[in-house]
């Protein structure tokens, strides 16, 4: 079994598209844990609905909204989880109906995962929040569109998966054995800025660990939702000199991680 870790905050909406397209995923041997950096109503409502409408398994975990904890939350949401594979999402990402499997027909122990989004423009996720049904966009709407990325969004099941060592996970999509995650201690909590580190640093760890990185390019897509970027120099600066000092310490086990929770 997968659980699949959602990331979310304040966007009910998006996490609504989510699970609809997890509904229609061609593998559904999945747990989804949904992990609330807040305690937002509105999300609270959508998640109550989606327990009593969808066919798989959902789980709900959140604490109280003090700032950028998206990190403390995952942790948690690795310990509750159930399934012998971890993938992870952002709560701003629907699902390519072929996502799960992708993953599912991919991972094996020893080694990590990662794909990439189609970034969807203004236009485009203004039509799909509007009509709140989720209709997965074809290439040639995409081209029509104001998104880019727009080759992300070729499915080509029969190239071959490739190791890439010139390449990095991105937090909104990637996977891995639960218990290579258990042993590098989970993510770092020393991270609590965003913009920049929490998945770059839990990357060169589990790499560290000997693992292999794999890319599952145009095999798990996913359709990024447009929303207005909020991006610091300062806050990323920070953010970079925290992860080049985890570097070079060198410690794989990171030691403000999962074993406390």
């Known amino acids: 079994m997968i659980s699949l870790i959602i990331a979310v905050y304040n966007n009910a909406q998006a996490l609504d598209l989510i699970l609809q397209s997890i509904q229609v ?3 559904l041997d999945v ?3 949904i992990a609330e950096d807040g305690e937002d109503p509105n999300m609270k409502e959508c998640i109550d609905a989606a327990i009593k409408r969808y066919s798989f398994s959902i789980k709900h975990i959140s604490h109280p ?4 904890r998206k990190i403390v939350i995952g942790n948690k949401a690795i310990q509750k989880a159930q399934g012998e594979y971890l993938v992870f999402i952002d709560g701003d990402c629907f699902l390519h109906p072929r996502f799960l499997e992708s993953y599912h027909k991919a991972m094996r122990p020893g080694n990590f995962y990662f794909g990439r989004r189609v970034l969807l423009g203004n236009d485009i996720t203004k039509r799909i929040y509007e009509t709140k049904s989720l209709t997965i966009p074809s290439f040639m709407s995409l081209l029509r569109s104001d998104s880019t990325q727009i080759r992300e969004s070729l499915y080509l099941p029969f190239l071959p998966i490739k190791e890439k060592q010139d390449r990095e996970i991105w937090g909104c999509n990637w996977g891995v054995y639960k218990q290579h995650v258990l042993d590098i201690n989970g993510f770092d909590e020393d991270y609590i800025l965003p913009c920049f580190g929490e998945d770059l640093d839990i990357d060169w760890r589990l790499a560290a660990l000997g693992l292999k990185r794999y890319s599952l390019k145009n095999k798990a ?8 970027q909020i991006w610091d120099a300062d806050i990323e600066a920070q953010g970079r000199t925290l992860y080049d000092a985890k570097r ?5 086990r990171c030691l403000n ?3 406390k929770h």
């Open 25 to 27: 995923q061609t593998f």
């Open 31 to 33: 747990e989804v844990i």
């Open 65 to 68: 909204d003090l700032g950028f």
């Open 221 to 228: 897509i996913q359709y990024h939702l447009h929303h207005r």
């Open 248 to 252: 070079k310490n060198g410690l794989m």
């Open 257 to 259: 991680g999962i074993v």
